[in-house]
């Protein structure tokens, strides 16, 4: 098994690139048949979340104006840590039939020379195309412990070849500290109405520490750097757009002055921080806010960016050579 960091550099459907990372997340992906294998998809969560990997599936996501064979099954299986296969037979008019998604999504696992954990109930049979491939047989009171077992084998043989670094989420978490900012936590009404405008496009809403001055935060790591910048002008657009209302609200009766000019004032300090997995993505997502400069203040991280911050908030001395700089438009 290749452990190496390496990107997919060619789209399997023709997008124009892909670039995402394999093996670059703690996380499994899981074909199975939605109808065929609830319990079995019970189990087998519950394994990986015990052992800190995230089951993905792709009935569970949401893909708003994305291209959902690459936003939903693709993508999760290039940069899933190793994959899992229910290849249990879906009910036909004519008895039981193989499903043939999960017999697509099981070929781009082979095709990426992904780890696969195929399973099937000791009662059916395997289509003639994968009968010939290791399969473990179980029957539903020996799946738990066959499961374990495997996973844990998975595990083992799918670890990048470096030191274990905490999951992305865990150390964001920290880095919106160190910045000085908080998740804002949508009691009130206006924090609500103000993250939900930055919310089916992947934002969320931090506010630093005096809780004046708000940031929309968009933790990007998953996406392409054209859906990046889809998403900042989106954002951009829609932030203009309310402002430049305000005052035909107050004429129309549905704002006061006073709110008005809070708002105003709330606007002019809002920002918007964008990470992204490489310094090649935060390269070009910069070259285009300087071709078109943001009216909110916006700076982009890389990954690196974000450890490199850690570091230097505890004081661990980078070598210049390693020392990148914060794009801060």
């Known amino acids: 098994m290749d452990k190496r960091i390496r990107k997919n550099e060619i789209c399997v459907i ?27 998809m019970e189990v087998l969560s519950g394994l990986l979340r015990e052992r800190g990997i ?11 104006g994305q291209n959902v064979f690459c936003a939903k099954i ?58 010939g491939l290791d399969t473990i047989k179980y029957n539903p009171t020996n799946l738990k412990a066959k499961a374990a077992a495997a996973i844990d084998q998975a595990i083992k043989e799918t670890e990048q070849d470096k030191a274990a670094s905490p999951p992305l989420d865990q150390v964001l978490d920290a880095f919106i500290l160190a910045k000085g900012a908080l998740v804002v936590s949508l009691i009130s009404e206006g924090d609500r109405n103000l993250y939900d405008l930055g919310r089916a496009l992947g934002y969320n809403l931090l ?14 790591t998953h996406l392409r750097s054209e859906a990046i910048i889809w998403r900042l002008k989106t954002l951009q657009r829609i932030l203009e757009e309310r402002e430049g209302s305000f005052d035909d609200r107050v004429s ?65 001395k980078v070598p210049k050579e390693v020392r990148k700089s914060v794009s801060k438009i």
Do not use: H
Not at 54 to 64: D, K, Y
Not at 92 to 115: D, H, Q, R, T
Not at 207 to 220: A, C, K
């Open 14 to 40: 023709n997008l124009p690139r892909c670039d995402y990372v394999f093996s670059s997340t703690r996380s499994c992906f899981i074909a199975y048949g939605f109808n065929a294998s609830p319990l079995e």
């Open 54 to 64: 995230e089951p993905v599936e792709a009935g569970g996501r949401l893909a708003p």
């Open 74 to 131: 693709c993508s999760k299986i290039i940069v899933s840590q190793f994959c899992i296969v229910l290849a249990n037979n879906s009910k036909a008019s004519e008895g039981e039939a193989p499903n043939a998604n999960v017999l697509i999504e099981y070929g781009l696992m082979l095709g990426f020379n992904k780890y696969v954990i195929p399973f099937q109930l000791e009662s059916q049979q395997l289509p003639f195309n994968v009968a």
């Open 207 to 220: 506010t630093d520490f005096s809780g004046m001055n708000y940031i929309y935060l968009g933790n990007f």
């Open 252 to 316: 129309s009766g549905l704002l006061t002055r006073e709110a008005s000019e809070a708002a105003k004032r709330l606007w002019k300090n809002l920002k918007i921080w964008l990470v992204v997995t490489s310094e090649q993505e935060k390269v070009v997502v910069s070259d285009v806010l300087r071709q078109m400069p943001p009216r909110y203040s916006t700076e982009v991280y890389s990954v690196d960016d974000v450890q490199l911050e850690l570091l230097a908030v505890n004081n661990i």
